[in-house]
């Protein structure tokens, strides 16, 4: 704080601090995160339409066993994303729960490398958590109001 105002807000580092000495964490970060989930939901739509142009007559089959491929990549690359963040593995299995693999998602999302040891979000965790915050309240909110003037 200045002396020439008391009243100035405290100045504090916006960045994440750094791991621990010596500690690694290993697993993937937020970008190859986002971009490797991104294409594999892009591949399952390709793999989806093409199976059903191909073969329509097995697409039942064929996009239940290429759907719970998907499923268990997603669950494996957010295990990795999870372990960056310095938590287990295995609390990637939770994107299986329907509400709490909502949150699980946004946490893999948002928060940076190692965050369960100093628990603080950077900037993009920051930028990144806020407009995931407005996409899911600016409709609950929207959905209010048009039923209030309904």
Not at 11 to 40: D, N, Q, V
């Amino acid at each position: 704080m200045a002396i020439d105002n008391p009243y100035e807000a405290p100045r504090a580092e916006l960045a994440a601090p750094p791991p621990a000495e010596g500690k690694t964490y290993g697993g993937i970060g937020r970008g190859l995160y986002l971009g490797l989930g991104f294409l594999s939901w892009v591949a399952l739509g390709v793999l989806l339409e093409g199976l059903s142009v191909a073969w329509p007559e097995v697409y039942d089959q064929g996009s239940l066993i290429i759907m719970a491929a998907q499923i268990a990549g997603m669950i494996c690359l957010s295990g990795l994303r999870i372990r960056n963040m310095g938590q287990s593995f295995w609390w990637g299995l939770a994107l299986i729960v329907p509400v709490y693999g909502l949150i699980v998602l946004i946490r893999c999302l948002a928060y940076p490398e190692g965050w369960s040891d100093h628990r603080t979000l950077d900037t993009p965790g920051k930028i990144i958590g806020s407009l995931i915050a407005a996409v899911i309240i600016l409709p609950l909110v929207l959905i209010i109001v048009f039923t209030i003037l309904a």
